[in-house]
């Protein structure tokens, strides 16, 4: 249980008492190393409930997932997280994304061919058939 493995010590210092966390393994957090710190309280089944300032940071609402990730620190990150239909994981494989980031790239580049009509596009499509490839 997290509450047997840390232990809180405060110690006074010019703006008043300040809280540092005494891990096991001998390393210490301080709060005052952070940019900003906010203490939450949990209830009895170990909820609690984020400050505004900080749901509007993260960009989360309610019912929207976060992720809370141990860092190599030791300590936790919370991150808003999304839920991918498998039928669209594709899209977000890295591979993918850096096609689509080229694509639109070229788009923004002026490296495109727009056409008005689906037979202007199937008549563009079929000049490329024809015409040898260049790379870029």
Do not use: C
Not at 28 to 39: D, G, I, L
């Amino acid at each position: 249980m997290l509450g047997e493995n840390l232990t809180i010590r405060t110690s006074p210092t010019q703006g008043g008492p300040r809280v540092g966390v005494d891990r096991i393994e001998g390393k210490w957090y301080f709060p005052s190393m952070a940019a900003a710190t906010t203490f939450l309280t949990l209830d009895k089944k170990g909820r609690t409930t984020l400050p505004e300032e900080v749901r509007e940071a993260l960009g989360v609402g309610a019912g929207d997932f976060l992720l809370l990730e141990r860092t190599d620190r030791g300590t936790y990150e919370l991150v808003p997280a999304t839920l991918v239909p498998n039928d669209q994981l594709w899209f977000h494989h890295p591979e993918m994304q850096a096609r689509v980031r080229r694509a639109e790239e070229e788009i923004a580049s002026g490296r495109s061919t727009r056409t008005e009509t689906p037979d202007e596009a199937q008549a563009f499509l079929d000049s490329l058939k024809k015409e040898p490839r260049q790379r870029h």
